[in-house]
């Protein structure tokens, strides 16, 4: 606290110092060298303000949790449109009432500090169901709706939920699980009238009975900032998701995010991005709540919709992803004829940026960098193209981080002959680790000490410190800004998902041709991020089947996490310490005339592994073929 106010009353000062030259002269020389004064100046009292309130929570061990937050404005602006969804309004009120329902449902069959696990697509009932177990105070676990059978088992195994509650259109996703489930002592509650299956409970008809007067605000209350509110799945290491836990903290600095950008409570905030991310529930709605502004909520982003919907609602501010903003350059039609002043989002790469002002006018784009389980975050409220956040002095002194050296052939940060990192230059590109500390912890994952030591980077700059590894490969330029350049070590994203290599591998694993793959991405011009690709090696006396691994991967494997592209190999090498060695491989590509190996290529329309022909290379990397 000392430090805050200790940077409040300078950041003061200098205001006071600067203003009057600022303000008469035009030409003044200060103004060149800082130029960005004002902006950093505004950005940073607001995130000290945000992060004073979370402090007094601190202290006062009273917590006022995102869904008190939600209570709070559906007793201040109980008529004011909270949610639109499909052409429907609901307002603050309403899902203040549909949620008490559902807490209503669960009052006796759930306690305090129990998980419930939600599968479910974008719809407003997401957000019923989710506050209503909040109010009953247990944690809830978000559930990727891409994810098949086995590791769906796993994520209930390691979050500890013992009951399900599944939208109406993903309970046939749980068919072949359903019998495990049951055999676990989940009870799988429906979005239905009815009773689907036997052994399967309706919700919607137990709603409409149960009473909509709010349960008591005991139950919700938190003391302890610290304490688990959520459970996000991210890509495992191992093979598996991982929970990544979120506690109130990470909730509540996450519904900041607009805020600090300047956004208000009269700002329409268009949402086509899936509610079990980080980025749309704790960034989206959270901060939707938190400002008690009103959220367009998609079930399913749509490049040709998106402009429609934003003059429809007057949208001010959508959230996005790299790879929407690049679909949208991707439409035919220019559009200036919106209300659309500001995308908040992660991912954006220069050319598309610079492609979007042109096509879509001047909207301010705002990027937010910070994985769902770090406890760093970057935001770039200059607004610089390519930069996913802004440094300074102050700022280094709330968010401690470091950008190593790193080795991409041995896949680890370089070690000095004392066995510690070594800072890189300025402009020079390093492995970002951020330091952890009480000012900010690490959570780590559930059930899993493993994982999260994984993640973890000992004895870094002194013996003993500890450092959370981004895995993300960061550059700082001269005038502090941040740029990310490239993602090492397990994961790669596509499409907007997390990949892990290790899934993927253990997955080729279970087909009977296969002896061994590896697993890594590459990069395809036109595309955000990283096509999956296996060098796969062929048992003796086996023949590679295309057909036969295409309904493989399809069955086992979300769309986005299925190799695009296979390599046969005689052998694959390893490095020293019997870990794969992708570097080679992650750089040759996937261009039939550079390399010699069979290559193949997955055709959705033949339902098959189809030869990698010069033509079809082509056709992709031209964009013809859509990939
Ligand atoms: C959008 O703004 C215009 C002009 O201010 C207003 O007439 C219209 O009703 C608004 N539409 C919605 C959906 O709020």
Known sequence: TLKFLLIFLFMILCTLLYQPFLCRTPHNPLRLWFPHFWKDALFLMRVIRYGARLEIYRRTSRVVTVVDRFVQQAQRIPEKAFLIYEGVTYTYGELEER????????????KEGDTVALLMSNEPDFLSVWFGFCKLGCAVAFLNTN??????????????AELLVVGADLLETLEDILPSLQEDGITVWCMTQESPRPGVHSLLDQMEEASQEPVAAERRSVRCLRSPTLYIFTSGTTGLPKAAVITHLQALKAAGGFWVYGATGSDVIYTPLPLYHSAASLVGIGGTIE?????????KFSASQFWHDCRKHNVTIFQ??????????????????????????????????REFHRRFG????????????GNLCFMNHIGKIGAVGRSNFFYKLIFKYDLVKYDLVREEPVRDHSGFCQHVQKGETGLLLSKICSQSPFFGYAGSKQLTEKKILRDVFVTGDAYFNTGDLMAEDEDDFICFRDRVGDTFRWKGENVATTEVTEILGLVDFIQEASVYGVQVPGNEGRAGMAAVIVRPEC??????????????????????????QESL????????????????GFDPCSISQPLFFLDCSEKSYVPLTSSVYDSIVSGQRNV
């Open 147 to 160: 994810i098949r059978s086995r590791s769906l088992l796993h994520c209930f195994r390691c979050c500890g």
């Open 99 to 110: 949620s008490n329902r559902v807490a209503r449902v669960f009052g006796d069959a759930v």
């Open 362 to 373: 001047d909207i301010r784009m705002c990027e937010i960098y910070g994985s769902t389980e």
């Open 291 to 299: 400002l008690g502004a009103t959220c367009v909520l998609k079930k």
């Open 573 to 588: 090498e390893m490095t020293s310490t019997f870990k794969q060695q992708k570097f080679a491989l992650v750089e040759s």
């Open 543 to 568: 023949t590679f089947d295309g057909k036969k691994l295409f309904s493989h991967v399809l069955r086992e494997l979300p769309s986005y996490a299925r190799p695009l592209f296979i390599r046969l």
């Open 320 to 353: 996005y992803i790299g790879e929407l903003c690049r679909y949208l350059c991707n439409q035919p039609t220019n559009e200036k004829d919106h209300r659309v002043l500001m995308g908040v989002g992660n991912g954006l790469r220069q050319d598309v940026w």
